[in-house]
């Protein structure tokens, strides 16, 4: 796994590239979690180099959906794989969690929201 | 037919059993769609038996089996770490739950259920078990499908 971040408008790019497991799931808790006690309200996550992630990966997400929301906060997920959608739609995250097709598709939600 | 996989007892290894279990669906003809699942399936039995029953002890060995039968799928994990009492069933609400209590971790199990048939845990003689079925076509290759028609 890879990690890149990015900073425009206020929001936190993140780009994870490879494969995100239960071993590598700490190195992007560590940058989400830090991402988000700098202040960072609005997490955008492109996941378009993401090949796989696995439960420990998306309950790093899962586990600071509350902490931006009482901030008045989200995340986006822009650009998913299919492979990547199925793990997604298994657990229903579509209806959790906005997912949009683009990266700017993702920035313009996170721009105007609330 | 029946693989087998044995690691150390670390997350460090986990890439080389869905590389493992991919090669295996695969070389089955099974679709991308169910390789994907089942991968993750597997991915997620033995991420619990390292981190949950040998608590990442590299000295510990972890194996992996898989038997592709008929028309079903088994696999079997096996630990010889603590024996870790596991919830039998986990419901759709987990995912709720996690976000409302800030959670990382509990969504493993849940991931099994979802895409294995039947999910159990057993323990004998130091050993814990994980076993997994799946009922699933491993379609011919199409050479076979060919010769069939002619």
Redesign the interface.
Known sequence: MKLNYEIIDNIFILSVIGEVDANSAIELDDYVGKAIEDGYKYVLVTCNELDYISSAGLGVFISYIKKLKVNDGAFSFCSLQKSVIEIFNLLGLPKLVHIADSKSESIDYLKNYK | MIRKLSIPS???Y??EV?NFVRQFLRARNVC??DV??I??AI??AC?NC??HGNKNNLNDKLSLLLESREDELLVKVVDTGENVPILKSID?NI??E???Q???????L??MQ??MDDVQFLNEEKENYCLLKKKINFPSPPFQQKMFLD
């Open positions: 670390s997350t460090r986990l890439s869905r991308k769609s994907n699942l991968v993750l991915d997620e991420a390292i981190v759709d995912v709720s996690c976000i409302d800030e959670k990382k971790g509990g969504l493993g849940y991931i979802k895409v």
